[in-house]
């Protein structure tokens, strides 16, 4: 039974299936302890010489990615360790399947990162991406998202989305275009905003209308503006001022 590593502390006695990465590899002579690695944590995984694939697990390095098999126990007394959600219970391995090796990474990933170059991180970007803090600022992200869309249904709204291939309205910054095929020397533009799109809603009916719009303009790039960005778009009909206070600050 294939389980996520902080589900493991659910399965004491159970014999369970853990995919991941090699986190750390920590060879004490005649015990191996490799902690995997999952989006969910860390489980430490134990390999002793009475194995077949103890061999196998000698070779094991960080960031291999590897399927177990094994049995959940609690971990011997004053061994635990309080830093980790699985750190009362370990994984002694009965089966090892290397699913992919893995070269020494062209930049570390164990650290926040502010210190590496940017360009070494955007160019092994699915590296980068593994960071700890990159990781927990996309979850969040996902959360924020989640929030917003489960607090608006509530409001009554009804998450429309608009096209993104669409005619030139000029706003505040140049638009980005794309030429189209069918007809040769015309383009369509990327939208600044749904303005038009959400006004049309208002006048079909809908009332209360909302979405997380990409947004994309062709402007000088600054420290803190891109060329595209996400923003919390809505509009609705038939309220006053304070309405819309009122929902925004909710």
């Known amino acids: 039974m294939r389980v996520h590593v902080n589900d493991v502390v659910k399965h004491e006695g159970d014999e369970i299936e853990l995919y991941g990465w090699v986190n750390t590899r920590r060879d004490h002579g005649k015990i191996i302890f490799i902690d995997i690695r999952d989006r969910e944590g860390v489980a430490q995984l134990v390999f002793t010489p009475d194995t077949e694939f103890y061999g196998e697990a000698e070779k094991l390095r960080p960031e291999w990615v590897i399927n177990v098999k094994g049995r959940v126990r609690r971990r011997p007394k004053g061994m635990e360790n309080p830093a980790i959600t699985t750190g009362n219970f370990e994984v002694g391995v009965m089966s090892l399947k290397i699913l992919n090796p893995s070269l020494a990474l062209p930049l570390p990933i164990d650290i926040d990162g502010y210190d590496v170059d940017e360009n070494v991180r955007l160019k092994y970007r699915y590296l980068d991406l593994r960071r700890p803090r990159l990781q927990k600022n996309i979850k969040l992200r996902h959360e924020v998202s989640q929030f917003i869309r489960n607090y608006l249904s509530e409001q009554g709204f009804i998450e429309v989305e608009t096209p993104l291939l669409t005619k030139s309205t000029p706003e505040g910054s140049r638009d980005f275009i794309v030429p189209s095929r069918l007809q040769p ?66």
Request: charged residues 30%; negative net charge.
């Open 185 to 250: 020397g015309k383009f369509y533009a990327l939208p600044q905003s749904p303005q038009q799109y959400k006004q049309l809603l208002m006048v079909a009916g809908f009332e209360r209308y909302f979405q997380l719009a990409r947004a994309l303009r062709d402007e000088d790039l600054r420290a803190d503006r891109g060329f595209e960005h996400t923003q919390v778009d809505l509009e609705m009909s038939f309220v006053e001022q304070r309405d819309v206070m009122n929902l925004v600050e909710g």
